[in-house]
């Protein structure tokens, strides 16, 4: 039986909080069960071909397919999920095609779109197509109140269900102050917690062409990716300060 399509759109207000690297952890782990599709909707500072160790790959990108300069196969670049790359800056992007683009691809029954950061164009084009908005924070001052301006954005541009990821969690630093506790993150933003992220030291040694990188996350994107789907997976609460 064929399984209804998700489309999943992972965004947040600041930049650098690892959307692009959860996106690719999670398409790495739901593409076990599921056919999937990651699109990179960073127009202006696409990354997914540098992380799923593609880079300079794309000869077209998801616009030229809209476009019909290339076929919908023809744009793909094949791992163990498919990948599509944003088209370059300046193009014209009418807001609804990300919704039309999903329709020449039936085939994948989990999508993951890969916003830029902030509140602008990419969010208004991932929303018009994704039924869960993901959204990555850092446990600081700044990322909470940006994240708490996108959730109220996407909520606006009627997304039906938003979740948290708090990425790079450090409890030390939360121990000792600097960082804000988990419950804080949740009331600001208004938004239920989907995962905690530990910071990995290891990724930002990375070359980043290597699809290695995101090994590091498998164990906690396998669990993000199973609540995703509704199981009954636990959060892991023990070394988070509260
Ligand atoms: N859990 C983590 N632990 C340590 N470093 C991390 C973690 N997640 C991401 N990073 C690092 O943070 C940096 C930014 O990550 P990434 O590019 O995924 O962020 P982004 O939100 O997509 O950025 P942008 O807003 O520019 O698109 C990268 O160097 C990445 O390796
Ligand atoms: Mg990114």
Same mark, same amino acid.
């Given at each position: 039986m064929k @399984? &209804? !399509? !998700?489309?999943?759109?992972v965004a947040s207000g600041k930049g650098g909080v690892g959307k692009s690297t959860v996106s690719t952890a999670l398409a790495l782990q739901l593409c076990k069960e599921h056919k999937t599709l990651l699109i990179d909707c960073d127009v202006y500072l696409p990354s997914l071909d540098i992380l799923s160790g593609m880079t300079g790959e794309a000869i077209f990108s998801w616009l030229d397919v809209l476009?019909?300069?290339c076929t %919908? &196969? @023809?744009a793909l670049l094949h791992h163990r999920y498919a990948l599509l790359s944003a088209p370059n800056i300046g193009s014209e992007i009418p807001p609804d095609s990300i919704e039309k683009l999903l329709a020449f691809y039936p085939e994948y029954d989990a999508v993951i779109i890969d916003c830029a950061a902030g509140?602008?164009?990419?969010l208004e084009l991932a929303s018009k197509a994704a039924d869960t908005a993901l959204i990555v924070c850092t446990a600081d001052e700044a990322s909470i109140r940006s994240a708490a301006a996108a959730a109220k954005k996407i909520d606006k541009?009627?997304?039906p269900k938003s979740f948290l990821?708090?990425?790079r969690y450090d409890p030390k630093g939360a121990v000792k102050g600097r960082l804000l506790g988990i419950d804080d993150m949740v009331d600001r933003t208004e938004t239920p917690l989907l995962g905690i992220i530990p910071y990995i030291g290891s990724l930002l040694r990375s070359d980043g062409n290597d699809i290695s990188l995101c090994v590091p996350l498998t164990d906690t994107a396998i669990r993000i990716a199973m609540r995703l789907y509704n199981l %009954?997976? %636990?959060l892991e609460l023990q070394n988070a300060v509260r």
């Open positions: @399984q &209804e !399509r !998700r489309v999943f759109m476009n019909g300069i %919908p &196969e @023809q509140l602008g164009f990419s541009l009627g997304v990821i708090i990425n %009954p997976i %636990p």
